[in-house]
């Protein structure tokens, strides 16, 4: 699928604003080898019991996460011609998301941290499985809307992460939080310019995708569970997703409330947004009165 010229300009121009913010990192640099030892057959690698409440499942569904790359690759890279700005686009991205896996699991199999044995098998299982994101993406702003609060749900979620490791664990997930905001950042200004060009579509792909948005790694064996773990920790919740994500983005920059130029269809798909995103609010207040604030920064 083409994009319209001035999008194929927009996503150009973003492209180029990416390389020269992206900052080249080397994961072998972030991870402590001299903590490392030699595995045996028998041996689990499990520490998990030595992480925080919540850490282990914040790590394993946020590795495995990472792990589904080719699936995201191939929606991404299949959806665009090879030569356009978006083509070459989902090349550096990926490149870029694959040093995430790389040196989360690098770090993990050092400190031993997870089972690994139980994390292999679960990652040729979700891969074999074929991932399905969970949105309905009709249109090619669907998918733009998509990875906007997916790129940005994954920040906050590594960088939480990160905030309950040790030093080491810690550094590592804030330089895979650093890329993941580089990547919102440009899926966030380019449904900015389908906004402007059309807005109808856009607010009608807005609207859909914030009433089917799933974190990523829903797919993942126990992900309800691992889920839970993951609120009780403070690392991703439903309030986080209304404050974090929800009303910086879709309220306050693309200002859905505000966007001029719509039809009767795309008026109500606002109006649907707006009171859906209202109601996340309400249940995002009645949990913050709930929470202990000293989990969530
Ligand atoms: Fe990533
Ligand atoms: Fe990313």
Request: glycine share 8%; charged share 25%.
């Amino acid at each position: 699928m083409s994009l319209p010229e001035v999008l194929e300009d927009t996503a150009r121009g973003l492209l180029e604003r990416h390389l020269v913010r992206a900052k080249e990192w080397f994961p072998h640099q972030l991870v402590p080898w001299g903590a490392g030892r030699d595995f045996s057959p028998s041996d689990l690698g499990d520490e998990a019991g030595q992480l925080p409440p919540g850490a282990a499942s914040a790590l394993w569904v946020g590795l495995l996460t990472e792990d589904n790359l080719p699936h995201y690759f191939h929606v991404i890279a299949t959806a665009f011609p090879p030569d356009s700005a978006m083509g070459e686009w989902s090349r550096r991205w990926a490149a870029e998301e694959q040093r995430h896996a790389t040196v989360i699991r690098d770090w993990v199999c050092v400190t031993r941290t997870l089972d690994l044995m139980a994390l292999e098998r679960a990652r040729m299982r979700q891969l074999c499985s074929g991932f399905r994101p969970g949105q309905k993406a009709h249109t090619v702003t669907d998918g733009l809307v998509y990875l906007t609060l997916q790129e940005l749900a994954t920040r906050i979620s590594h960088w939480n992460t990160g905030e309950l490791l040790e030093p080491t664990g810690q550094a590592v997930l804030r330089r895979v939080a650093a890329d993941e905001n580089l990547h919102f950042l440009f899926y966030r200004d380019m449904v900015s310019a389908a906004l402007a060009l059309d807005p109808d579509d856009a607010v009608m792909a807005i609207d859909r995708q914030v009433s089917a948005f799933e974190m990523p790694g829903s797919g993942i064996d126990g992900f309800a569970q691992h889920a839970a773990a993951i609120a009780a920790a403070g690392v991703y919740d439903f309030g986080v997703h209304y404050e974090q994500v929800l009303l910086p983005v879709v309220i306050n920059h693309w200002r859905i409330e505000t966007v001029e130029g719509l039809g009767a269809e795309g008026e109500s798909a606002r109006d649907r947004a707006v009171a859906r995103i209202g109601r996340f609010k309400r249940v995002a207040e009645r949990m913050d009165a709930q929470r202990d604030p000293a989990k969530f920064r």
